[in-house]
T-cell receptor, first 116, second 114 residues
Framework: AQKITQTQPGMFVQEKEAVTLDCTYDTSDPSYGLFWYKQPSSGEMIFLIYQGSYDQQNATEGRYSLNFQKARKSANLVISASQLGDSAMYFCAMRVYTGANSKLTFGKGITLSVRP | DTAVSQTPKYLVTQMGNDKSIKCEQNLGHDTMYWYKQDSKKFLKIMFSYNNKELIINETVPNRFSPKSPDKAHLNLHINSLELGDSAVYFC?????????????FGPGTRLTVL
């Protein structure tokens, strides 16, 4: 069974600095996708970035990049030049290839607070 | 032009009542999902449908019944509501049901059972 682990306590970062949010995963399936979502205090779930297990390069989307270390089974999210609007809860998620019963499994989330 | 929409956004009701949450997506996706987020913010899948066919049915009480009238809609009906059903329910959709398909979420419905 797949598992996502996010163990950092609440994170704080100064505005305009970079921050790394940790995520480790566990699966024996060679085919999987890793996702990061943002949940601001307003409650919606916003997709940020995707990394496939076969992707050779780390994914990037604007200020978001994913530090994918396959051997270590980690998929850390890096946010550059933090903004006040980045204050939110961040979820790492994984979906493995198991055919019709493939499910997106979420970690418990990390709270990020950006200080002015 | 909202991609995934849910109604209502808030739902407050008494124990024992029956309620429904509606979800619609205009992304042309084939697969839709229902998730439950509990008070500790943990998100877990409840159901998934692909082209109106039930694909995933997690260990959910049979008081919860999803219905997909067409591939753009997936509604959730809950019978005999209990206190423990209080949570935020999210609808989501993806192009297909593959591991590389990104799921896009609706705004959520906060259900409070009194």
């Amino acid at each position: 069974a797949q598992k996502i682990t996010q163990t950092q306590p609440g994170m704080f970062v100064q505005e305009k600095e970079a921050v790394t949010l940790d995520c480790t995963y566990d699966t024996s399936d060679p085919s999987y996708g890793l996702f990061w979502y943002k949940q601001p205090s307003s409650g919606e779930m916003i997709f940020l970035i995707y990394q496939g297990s076969y992707d050779q390069q780390n994914a990037t989307e604007g200020r978001y990049s994913l530090n994918f270390q396959k051997a270590r089974k980690s998929a850390n999210l890096v946010i550059s030049a933090s903004q006040l609007g980045d204050s939110a809860m961040y979820f790492c998620a994984m979906r493995v290839y198991t055919g019709a019963n493939s499910k997106l499994t979420f970690g418990k989330g990390i709270t990020l607070s950006v200080r002015p | 032009d909202t991609a995934v929409s849910q109604t209502p956004k808030y739902l407050v009701t008494q124990m024992g009542n029956d309620k429904s949450i509606k979800c619609e997506q205009n992304l042309g996706h084939d697969t839709m999902y229902w998730y439950k987020q509990d008070s500790k913010k943990f998100l877990k899948i409840m159901f998934s449908y692909n082209n109106k066919e039930l694909i995933i049915n997690e260990t959910v009480p049979n008081r919860f019944s999803p219905k997909s009238p067409d591939k753009a809609h997936l509604n959730l009906h809950i019978n005999s509501l209990e206190l423990g059903d209080s949570a935020v329910y999210f609808c989501a959709s993806s192009q297909e049901e593959g591991f590389a398909d990104t799921q896009y979420f609706g705004p959520g419905t906060r259900l409070t059972v009194l």
